[in-house]
């Protein structure tokens, strides 16, 4: 099936970000490990494996659609060197993916790509629901508990 080229810039264009994400919390989630945050290890191991089904998810809707997965470009990657700034880093990348996951579904929408819009409007609500929701409780957590209770409740 060929579809709409615009539809498939747009998964590119998401794709995009999915390939970056993957390679932030690849780096974030070793870098907890190192400073001996376990848990946040852990959980950024655990989104990273998120983000390989959201990359996956668009790369085989991209083929169907007859397009060519472009697996070179990258979002800018945003990664930190302390435990705050890089939960804000993932925050403000995850608000972009939204940002961008609106518009790709408004581009799906205008071309009658339902079933394009249909997986986006999934990778939305992950995003919405989960990663930017889990970001903002760990940097509400910081701001009452204080920094250096919130590192020793991540070991
Ligand atoms: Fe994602
Ligand atoms: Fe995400």
Request: charged share 20%; aromatic share 6%; proline share 1%.
């Amino acid at each position: 099936m060929q579809g709409d080229a615009q539809v498939i810039a747009s998964l590119n264009g998401m794709l995009a970000y999915e390939l970056a994400a993957i390679d932030q919390y690849f780096v974030q989630a070793h870098m907890f490990d190192n400073w001996g945050l376990g848990k946040l290890h852990e959980h950024l191991a655990h989104e990273m494996e998120h983000e390989q089904q959201h990359a996956k998810q668009l790369i085989d809707r991209i083929l169907f659609l007859g397009g060519a997965p472009d697996m070179v470009a990258r979002a800018p990657l945003s990664i930190g060197n302390d435990v705050e700034q890089m939960l804000r880093n993932d925050l403000q990348m995850e608000m972009q993916v939204v940002d961008g996951l609106k518009q790709a579904i408004a581009v799906c929408e205008q071309a009658g790509d339902y079933q394009s819009r249909e997986l986006l409007e999934c990778l939305l609500k992950d995003t919405e629901e989960d990663h930017v929701l889990w970001l903002e409780q760990q940097l509400g957590l910081i701001g009452k508990l204080g920094l250096q209770n919130y590192l020793q409740s991540q070991t």
